[in-house]
């Protein structure tokens, strides 16, 4: 039989996925799930985005520009100017989501071998963008008794080798919630200056900072235009995972052109979804007050929740809709399946995410699991009381 190659063997399951057919099993017996493991917003999409694709008298959907429409990366230019960015159309890539943007930035500035260092947790699909180029991820680990801040520079430089091309950071963090300071961001564009490196940002969660505390972007900072690259993505900010849009930001001209190659050998990325796109960049500011305050009461509710069961540690997140927990369990993977599978409170149970797959050192986050506050404040309240009440019954 024909053999399935080393990189495909190599590819990481999600570890945000991988439990669906346990959810699926218990839905099937009747079982009521609540669901806490994917970030998958129940905010509405903006009506002016989706009465765009309704209202849309194409005749032919023809392809796209492989870049995305000079028209949506005008706007989207704009869209970060409003956010004290100054990029211009020409420094933008439109990607099929955030996902494609990172693909087509390893393959841009990295070689088979190359190294990426990376703080821990990550957002898992890390480490499958990175096997899927042939790249090493070089973890850092951040702690949850320090709510998961940058480590000290000294941990990252001692990690620079000739082969290191980049340092990519999350921000806000998934699954952390961390929001990066200035401080910290300007460390690391010190110590990328120093070692010639790129700085890579995936800044899909930009409008979700909280507590009065402002979001900094790398494209804000000075004589970096060389080092830096952004990741975006319509998915979280207008509640569109499903409309795949990213894009690659860099006023590096080479980076730019190179991820250009990448978009046109894959033709262009889909053209409802990138109308749909150009009229979610008109949506009012008050729609993001509004979810922004939805999201401060759904993260303290559920904080407030976790910290009252015995044994769980928790990290207060400043950004995004996600938190890490540590439970007093020794193998959450385990943990994560037992309660789909064997448990449930009056016909009633919760899919979290193993944290071990946010990981990419050996052993760490065994007994953590990322929850998604992407509920209403009942159903958090509730999913926090099965949790209570599974990790009595949990028989290791």
């Not at 890539?93 to 390893?106: C, Q, Y």
């Not at 909280?210 to 993505?233: A, F, P, R, W």
């Not at 007093?328 to 009633?348: G, T």
Request: proline share 6%; with cysteine; glycine share 6%.
């Amino acid at each position: 039989m024909p053999s399935i190659s080393n990189k495909g063997l190599a590819m990481p399951q999600s570890p945000i996925r991988k439990l669906v057919p346990f959810a699926e099993n218990a839905k099937k017996k009747g079982t009521k799930v609540y669901h806490l493991n994917i970030g998958q917003p129940d905010i509405k999409t903006p009506k002016v985005a989706l009465d765009a694709v309704k209202n849309s008298n194409l005749e032919v959907l023809a392809y796209a520009r492989s870049e995305g429409s000079e028209e949506y990366r005008t706007k989207l230019a704009n869209y970060y100017k409003k956010n004290d960015i100054v990029v211009s159309a020409t420094d933008i890539v439109v990607t099929t989501g955030g996902s494609e943007a990172l693909l087509f930035t390893f393959g841009s500035i990295m070689d088979t071998g190359d190294e990426v260092i990376i703080p821990e947790p990550f957002y898992a699909n890390y480490n499958g963008f990175s096997t899927a180029s042939g790249v090493t991820v070089v973890p850092v680990i951040s702690k949850i008794e320090d709510n998961f801040a940058l480590p000290p520079i000294e941990d990252f430089e001692k990690l620079i080798t000739p082969k290191t091309k980049a340092i990519l950071i999350c921000n806000p963090g998934n699954p952390t919630g961390y929001l990066y300071s200035k401080e910290e961001i300007e460390k690391l564009k010190a110590l990328v200056l120093k070692h010639d490196l790129f700085l890579i940002a995936d800044e899909v969660y930009r409008e979700f900072a909280y507590d009065g505390l402002q979001h900094n972007s790398i494209l804000k900072e000075t004589g970096l235009d060389n080092n830096t690259i952004v990741i975006d993505s319509v998915s979280k900010r207008y509640s569109m995972c499903g409309a795949r849009i990213g894009c690659v930001v860099s006023r590096n001209k080479e980076v730019i052109q190179t991820a250009l190659k990448f978009a046109q050998a894959r033709l262009s990325p889909p053209t409802y979804a990138l109308i749909a796109s150009e009229a979610a960049l008109d949506t009012p500011q008050s729609y993001f007050e509004d979810v922004i305050e939805e999201y401060v009461e759904r993260r303290n509710t559920l904080i407030s929740e976790l910290q009252k069961i015995d044994g769980v540690k928790v990290a207060n997140p400043k950004g995004a809709f996600y938190c890490v927990a540590e439970l007093p369990v020794k193998d959450s993977d385990h943990f994560a399946q037992w309660i789909l599978e064997s448990f449930n409170h009056n016909n009633e149970t919760i899919m979290v995410a193993p944290a071990s797959g946010f990981y990419s050192t050996p052993g760490e986050g065994k007994n953590q699991v990322r929850i998604a506050y992407v509920l209403n404040k009942k159903d958090l309240i509730r999913s926090a009381e099965i949790l209570k009440e599974a990790l009595k019954q949990y028989p290791n």
